[in-house]
């Protein structure tokens, strides 16, 4: 499939023009559903209008992408699950909160998420799937006084913890990653008394999430428009052979290859049927769903999920585009230009505040949200990128990314600065030629890191993160 670049051009403003969006505002009646879906550990090479990889068949979800916008350097705040969720969730650096890792959480309670600032702005909020900004090591302890069968995975959470979704600002809920959920309404979309409550399903996940995200649409019968966040929890592991998808897989592949293709396949069946629900109840060209993944690939021996991050470099845990960079679409019918390839750097940051605008919400200083509403630079009225520097902090190294440069910092001290524009890439360290640069491009990672929680620029190196440079930094690696 073939896309036409999204540049900053006279022509484009003309053609932009002519599908000038009706964004909603404070006075008008026109407000758009918003449907966010969050795959898991899901690398940018699998999406087939992507990355030419003929293995891979995303129909549904290439669909999704020729109907709007494709960014094709589209990143997430952290390279793992839990401080990317919360950046997701919060439209806020993570490490602004004091959660970097995986190992850090819950969601503060001060912190609104999504369905908090969607419920104010008039909407129903729904979130279905994976939820994992509940973990905490209390909940830890205190799961181990309650049956395993009633755990919910991935937050290690119990029916009684006070970060679950449903006390987060979301009105309905079917949340869970795996097997459990506590849920406020059944797969049939019937209320459940007493919420939340139990739900064993022993189903394939993905099925049972896409069921879930279609009896929560079905629920929407009143004047209010809706909000819905779907964690899918896959092609993350525990790996799964789910039919049909499976067989159609080629046998030639590894089994883990075949199993996470699968698992894409069945996400990407379930986009297709949300897309069609929305088609057959009118609500098409007044809905506007994000596409993205978490985070990309882990490729270890041990943690790979099948899925691939290539071209890119580096893997989940990774601040190199590996990490960070991965499929992320937006579609807006009628709205937002359709089959566009948008080249300027974005972030998940900024899917908040382009919602909020979208639902005529006048964004406020004092939320201090970080990301930008991209549906100027999306329809014409501004040009140029969205931001002037992009930041990370994890696991001892931490980055900014300013236009085609990148500095990845490390705990020792040392910089490397990659050209992101040329062929070579994360491949050559440019940082010894380029000296100035270097300083001016750290000052402005120290200035920004000292507004974090912790404040400061890592102190200690991650035995991890090194070894995951080592592996796949090495001068001369191709691209």
Known sequence: MKFKSLMCSAALGLLLASVAPVVATAGTTRRPNVIVVVTDDHGWADLACQWNRPEVATPNLDALAASGIRFSRGYVSAPVCIPSRAGILTGRYQTRFGIETNSDGPLPAAEKTMGDRMREAGYVTGLVGKWHVASSRSNSAASKRVPPNEILWGDNATLSDPNLPGRRGFDEYFYGAYRNYAASFDLKGKTLPNAPVLVNESRFRVEVQTDAALAFIRRQQGSKPFFLYLGYFAPHVPMESPEPWFSRTSTELPLLRRQALAMIAAMDDGIGRLRQMLRERGLDQNTLIVFLSDNGAPLKPGMWDGSLNDPLIGEKGMLTDGGIRLPFLMSWPGTLPAGFVF????????????????????????????????????TGPRQ??????????????????????????????????????????????????????????????????????????????????????????LPGRPQ
């Open 343 to 378: 080249q300027h750097s974005v972030i998940s940051l900024d899917i908040l505040p382009t919602a909020l605008a979208a639902a005529g919400v006048e964004i406020r200083s004092e939320w201090k949200l970080d990301g930008e509403n991209l549906l100027p630079f999306l």
């Open 384 to 473: 140029g990128s969205p931001h002037e520097n992009l930041y990370w902090r994890f696991s001892g190294h931490a980055a900014v990314l300013s236009g085609r440069w990148k500095l990845i910092y490390l705990a020792s001290g040392r910089c490397m600065l990659f050209d992101m524009e040329s062929a070579e890439g994360e491949t050559r360290d440019v940082a010894e030629q380029n000296p100035q640069l270097v300083a001016t491009l750290r000052a402005r990672l120290e200035a920004w890191a000292a507004e974090q929680s912790p404040a400061g620029l890592p102190k200690k190196q991650s035995a991890e993160t090194e070894e995951l440079i080592r592996h796949h930094m």
